[in-house]
């Protein structure tokens, strides 16, 4: 018995890029199909639950955040008959589903922006945030996360509506009624259906300041139309009316109550690290992510103890959520490794993730290794991000094309988009031979890079996940217990110790990071049983006070009652 009794605490959340997961019926893209056939994967690597991102029908403007019906299955996807498939199976091996709810905006081609643009006078048309123009211009000059304007003139009606992403993604107005409620209704669709829960997307983005204030920050042309590269203090200064609005968490409340009718402990995850969200612990949402523990040039041990101590302190009573990587960011292989070690430092960091407190949520691809994409042609790009600021580099700064090619390559998205790797064969598996994949599959799939290979290996990376998942699976201590660090000033070896006070069990977990043998002293009494050691060679621990550790290696020991 632990006390993690939830089982979105206790699950391993996997988050499955639909379009680069499985090609099921051999059209270059990811499918329902597919990613059902894949599912024994997933249970045998010891997921819990896969976080699913949109399978909605989109025009894949920004895709597939820009939704054109929320209570549909993109045609490329498969049927809804598909999806319902897809649920039951996941379900019958013991995986929850999670779906991505984009709650912020939608497509401009939804129908109900069609209605909403159609007339000022239709009754769609507050259902989306439309303002009267200023001296000429915008309403204001809030920019958009993806650079430019966030205001667009509709010249049917004269007005302008207002998007804080892309031009084609208009916010909904949640101040109405009317689209509150139809929203809501959507959320009863899915859940309705057996979905676990949703991940809420860009919900600080949910509300604007309502007088529509001017920011303050003093940008240059070329950040107004890169705000993404902007600094932290840059960045809030110049979003300070357009995210964590009043409402927000009025509307999270709402939501909950909503969820909370529904059997079976649905869970609601937030795009967003502000603990805010959490409400008193039981009226908002379950889980926000600890996006800090990620923003850094590599992982250290100063900086994870930083990041927990802050962290737990800030989160009190209310359960932690680790990631180290999504849809959004670099590759973990690639982003935290440092080319010489960097299968070694990916074991490090699935252990990590594994063994500190809280629900970890792991990335489609992470479990083999897989590596950034590298993209050489522009008509190879996918990421409307990417493109925009290929524009921008080779316009407004005159980069020579071959130039900011290369550095488009380097920053898009899609870098960690691009197919699964199921075997060596011609497009790694993920389609037939001969179909020319949504995104090129990556070169080192013929090189051990994939599941299949990974799977005959027992010290594959994959197999590794797997003991390391199935550890946490069947140790209450890394489930439930609670988290002390060891050994604070070692600036090589990451030591903690984690307590179950249901089950009196308490493990000792030690990271070496550095690649030469170190030391850690840890001071305590007694002896440990070994449950897992990368290095090999040893059952017990007979001495505690000090761990001599290998290069890179991974410790996790019982300790004697």
Same mark, same amino acid.
């Not at 199909?33 to 997933?42: E, Q």
């Not at 660090?485 to 977990?509: I, K, P």
């Not at 070994?530 to 001495?543: M, N, Q």
């Given at each position: ?167 084609? @993604? ?52 070329? @950040? ?155 008509? @190879? ?72 290979? @990974? ?107």
């Amino acid at each position: 018995m632990t006390t993690a009794t939830k089982w979105w605490q206790s699950a391993v959340f996997y988050q499955i890029y639909p379009r680069s997961f499985a090609d099921g019926n051999g059209d270059g893209i990811g499918d329902f199909p597919g990613i059902t056939a894949r599912l024994d994967h997933l249970r045998d690597l010891g997921i819990g639950a896969i976080w699913l991102s949109p399978h909605f029908p989109s025009p894949f403007v920004d895709c597939g955040y820009d939704i054109s019906d929320f209570d549909g299955v993109a045609p490329e996807y498969g049927t809804m008959a598909d999806f319902h498939h897809f649920l039951r199976e996941a379900h019958a091996r013991g995986i929850r589903v999670v779906l991505d709810l984009v709650l912020n905006h939608s497509s401009d081609q939804h129908p109900w922006f069609g209605e909403s643009r159609a007339s000022r006078d239709n009754p769609k048309r507050d259902w989306y945030v439309w303002r009267d123009g200023q001296g000429g211009g915008p309403p204001n000059n809030w920019i958009s996360v993806f650079g430019g304007p966030a205001w667009t003139l509709d010249p049917r009606t004269g007005q302008y509506y207002y998007h804080a992403f892309l031009k084609e @993604q208009p916010d909904l107005n949640w101040r109405h009624p009317a689209l509150k409620q139809a929203m809501f209704e959507m959320v009863r669709f899915w859940l309705g259906l057996g979905v676990d829960g949703f991940r809420l997307d860009a919900i600080g983005a949910a509300f604007e300041h309502p007088d529509l204030p001017p920011h303050r920050a003093r940008l240059t042309p070329l @950040q107004q139309l890169n705000p993404l590269a902007l600094s932290p203090d840059e960045w809030r200064s110049l979003m300070e009316y357009q995210q964590h609005q009043s409402g927000v968490h009025e509307l999270m409340k709402e939501l909950r109550r909503l969820v909370d009718v529904y059997p079976g402990d649905r869970v609601l995850i937030g795009e967003d690290d502000d603990v805010a969200f959490h409400g008193n612990g039981d009226d908002e949402l379950h889980l926000v992510f600890n996006f800090p523990l990620m923003r850094a040039e590599r992982l250290t041990p100063a900086h994870i103890r930083a990041n927990q101590a802050a962290r737990l302190a800030a989160l009190g009573p209310n359960w932690p959520c680790n990631t180290l990587g999504n849809h959004d960011g670099r590759r973990l292989w690639s982003r935290f490794g440092d080319g010489l070690h960097d299968a070694a430092l990916s074991r490090l960091h699935l252990a990590l993730m594994a063994t500190l407190r809280g629900t970890p949520v792991l990335y489609n691809g992470e479990e083999i290794g897989m590596t950034d994409l590298e993209l050489t042609d522009l008509a @190879q790009f996918r990421d409307t991000a990417a493109l925009a600021r290929y524009r921008l580099l080779t316009t407004l700064e005159g980069l020579p094309p071959a130039q900011a090619l290369a550095s488009v390559a380097a920053t898009t998205r899609d870098r960690c988009r691009g197919p699964l790797q199921w075997s060596d064969e011609a497009n790694g598996g993920f389609c037939p031979p001969g179909v020319a994949p949504w995104l090129p599959v990556n070169a080192d799939h013929a090189g051990g890079v994939n599941v299949a290979d @990974q799977d005959r290996d027992p010290g594959s990376l994959l197999n590794f996940y797997r003991r390391v998942l199935a550890l946490r699976k069947a140790t209450p201590a890394l489930l439930a217990g609670d988290y002390r660090a060891l050994d604070e000033d070692n600036e090589d070896v990451l030591a903690f110790l984690r307590h179950d006070a249901a089950s009196g069990q308490t493990c000792l977990v030690a990271l070496n990071f550095a690649a030469a043998p170190r030391r850690a002293a840890v001071g305590l009494a007694g002896s440990a049983r070994v449950l897992l050691a990368s290095a090999g060679g040893r059952a017990e621990l007979g001495s505690l006070d000090a761990l001599a550790l290998a290069p890179h290696e991974v410790l996790i020991a019982e300790l004697a009652a």
